[in-house]
Nanobody
Framework: QVQLVESGGGLVQAGGSLRLSCAAS????????MGWFRQVLGKEREFVAA????????FYADSVKGRFTISRDNAKNTVYLQMNSLKPEDTAVYYC????????????????WGQGTQVTVSS
């Protein structure tokens, strides 16, 4: 099993930047696709970005395309989400997930999850 721990969340003003990290432990995750999702209390979890095992392919939700960048360092067992030009509507708990078995945009296709990190963007 792979355990995931997110970090890097916090409070930032609109227009600012944050970088989230997701550290994996347990078996190697270098053969798994990885994704980031976010959830606002009372709403469904939303796909944000995903990356292939090698890092050669990336996928983004339209709402973050051009502002967020997903990357990974397999030597460090870590996935990152660089978030620029943040907006108040980006406020959510951000979750890292791994091991998608189907569509990388569907949360129920992922096999393991982190505990989440809060991102709050003030206007």
């Amino acid at each position: 099993q792979v355990q995931l721990v997110e970090s890097g969340g916090g409070l930032v003003q609109a227009g600012g930047s944050l970088r989230l990290s997701c550290a994996a432990s347990g078996r190697t995750f270098s053969t798994d696709g990885m994704g980031w999702f976010r959830q606002v209390l009372g709403k469904e979890r939303e796909f944000v970005a995903a990356i292939s095992p090698s890092g050669g392919s990336t996928f983004y939700a339209d709402s973050v395309k051009g502002r967020f960048t997903i990357s990974r360092d397999n030597a460090k067992n870590t996935v990152y989400l660089q978030m620029n030009s943040l907006k108040p509507e980006d406020t959510a708990v951000y979750y890292c997930a791994g091991g998608p078995s189907g569509s990388w945009r569907r949360d129920y296709d992922y096999g393991y999850w982190g505990q989440g990190t809060q991102v709050t963007v003030s206007s």
